[in-house]
């Protein structure tokens, strides 16, 4: 029974990490041109309405976020499922900038947000002995999106109107998820736990933080800030790749099929970091999370072929799958998980917050002339900074007990 359970709590993550590729970064972007197009817009116009949406997304998700600890996770996936389809339908409507505004918004809340959201505070909290692989497991559901989107997302494009790919994904989403939800999860409650009987009394007398306590900790700042790097540069990376391939001269689609190099190199990190952490804790591995994020910013610099897109993505692709699970994990295991929901709320929106932060930071420097060699040399000095601060604090992150 707890066997089936548990089987059943990593398919519904996964399928939830997938749907929340719609309102993921890697996917919006390859819209850009299209909505660009339609609306008559520059890329720095886009960067701005695509991060203050992002950024208001963000405030509204550090309340709503929060309430998946009060109530049962099916009846909180019942709110979360109508609202992606809605968002996907009311992005197939955009004509105007404020229309644009909404829709992003309203997909960066839904997709980016809330349904990842409810997938890995989900796996979060019923798993204790098995987390990281359980983690992995689910986070694996987004690598297939990014897998597989790109390249079907512009093939449809020559076939179909933006707007009825958007249309249609709608109608995806409605019909498909509350089944797959009810299915999954119906007798989930918030109480349910994987059983392991060697560190339940363990669990057990680790202090359960408060998010107001989680504010307090210095540590929670030092952690943030790296894992902060990688949502906010990718971002920039996949909202502008039409800028990115244009300064490289790489070919139209260079960064789309890439991107099945980014997928493949993340879900192989996945399938190291998950039984990693389970055998060393995610608070050791997070020192490593960054450094090949930091190596993908000297490769931009310094090589332009267009192999090098690949190898970019790539390393890229190892710190998202590391990000992706450490993420969830390492709040987990410093602050428990009886408020698990409402810390994880908090560290999504600032994750939001940092897309919104690095998609207005590139199309300002885009606009002021900055080469995207530039714009790597900015970023490689946030990621080293941060990587500096975690280096001389990696010993104090070990949990209190009580």
Not at 270 to 278: Q, R, V, W
Request: glycine share 6%; proline share 2%; net charge positive.
């Amino acid at each position: 029974m707890f066997k089936s359970l548990s089987l059943k709590v990593i398919v519904f993550g996964f399928i939830f990490t997938f749907f929340s590729s719609f309102g993921q970064s890697f996917f919006l972007g390859l819209f850009n041109s299209s909505i660009r197009d339609t609306l008559s817009i520059t890329h720095g116009q886009f960067g701005s309405i695509y991060a203050s949406a992002t950024l208001f997304s963000s405030i509204l998700f550090i309340w709503l976020g929060k309430k998946i600890d009060d109530v049962n996770v099916f009846k909180f996936s019942l709110f979360v499922i109508p609202l992606l389809a809605f968002s996907c339908f009311f992005f197939s409507k955009i004509y105007s900038i404020p229309f644009l505004f909404a829709a992003i918004f309203l997909m960066r809340f839904s997709g980016q947000g809330m349904m990842s959201h409810t997938a890995s505070t989900t796996i979060s909290r019923y798993f204790t002995k098995s987390r990281g692989k359980a983690l992995s497991a689910g986070w694996f559901g987004l690598s297939c999106g990014e897998f597989i989107l790109p390249v079907l997302i512009v093939y449809l494009l020559t076939l179909y109107t933006w707007q009825n790919i958007w249309l249609t994904i709608s109608i995806i989403v409605i019909l498909f998820l509350p089944i797959a939800s009810y299915l999954l999860i119906k007798n989930l409650s918030l109480d349910s736990r994987e059983v392991d009987n060697n560190q339940k009394k363990e669990d057990k007398s680790i202090k359960q933080w408060t998010r107001l306590e989680v504010l307090k900790d210095y540590r929670f700042y030092i952690v943030s800030s790296n894992m902060l790097a990688m949502p906010w540069i990718a971002t920039g990376v996949f909202v502008y790749q039409s800028f990115v391939t244009s300064s490289k001269g790489w070919g139209e689609f260079t960064i789309a099929q890439s991107f099945m190099s980014y997928s493949i190199f993340t879900v192989s990190t996945l399938l190291l970091a998950g039984p990693l952490i389970d055998k060393f804790s995610s608070r050791k591995l997070l020192i490593y999370m960054n450094i090949p994020l930091l190596i993908s910013t000297f490769v931009i610099i310094l090589f332009d072929s267009s192999v090098t897109a690949f190898v970019f993505l790539g390393l890229i692709g190892i710190s998202n799958g590391f990000a992706n699970v450490l993420g969830s994990a390492t709040w987990a295991e410093i602050y428990g998980v009886k408020h698990i929901g409402s810390i994880k709320a908090l560290t999504t929106a600032l994750m939001v917050f940092s897309t919104a932060f690095g998609t207005a930071l590139f199309g300002v420097l885009i606009d002021i002339g900055f080469s995207i060699e530039k714009i790597a040399v900015v970023s490689a000095i946030y990621i080293f900074s941060s990587l500096a601060l975690l280096f001389l604090t990696r010993k104090k992150l070990n949990p209190i007990y009580i």
